[in-house]
Nanobody, 127 residues
Framework: QVQLVESGGGSVQAGGSLRLSCAAS????????MGWFRQTPGTEREGVAT????????DYDDSVTGRFTISRDAAKNTLYLQLDSLSPEDSAIYYC????????????????????WGQGTQVTVSS
């Protein structure tokens, strides 16, 4: 069973950058969908970005396209999310998630289909 641990959250001013990391324990030997999701109090958890570890396909929510970049270091079994041009609206708890094995292709941004979750890391952006 894959386990996920996020790190890298923190507080930044608007326009700043952060890089989140998600270390996976347990070998991912076949294609998995991995993704970043975020949640603010009283709202549903929303998909931010996903990556297929097989073919490398990525997908982004429209609200972060061009500002956030998802990537993976297979050798380190670690997923990353580079957050640039941050705004206060990006403040949330960010979660890493995985599901698999899956076929190659784009992965869903719907949180309900993911079955492995990290504990979350807080991102706070001040104006």
């Amino acid at each position: 069973q894959v386990q996920l641990v996020e790190s890298g959250g923190g507080s930044v001013q608007a326009g700043g950058s952060l890089r989140l990391s998600c270390a996976a324990s347990g070998a991912i030997v076949s294609a998995y969908c991995m993704g970043w999701f975020r949640q603010t109090p009283g709202t549903e958890r929303e998909g931010v970005a996903t990556l297929n570890t097989g073919g490398g396909d990525t997908d982004y929510d429209d609200s972060v396209t061009g500002r956030f970049t998802i990537s993976r270091d297979a050798a380190k079994n670690t997923l990353y999310l580079q957050l640039d041009s941050l705004s206060p609206e990006d403040s949330a708890i960010y979660y890493c998630a995985a599901r698999g094995p899956v076929a190659w292709g784009r992965c869903s941004l719907e949180q309900v289909v993911y079955h492995v979750w990290g504990q979350g890391t807080q991102v706070t952006v001040s104006s």
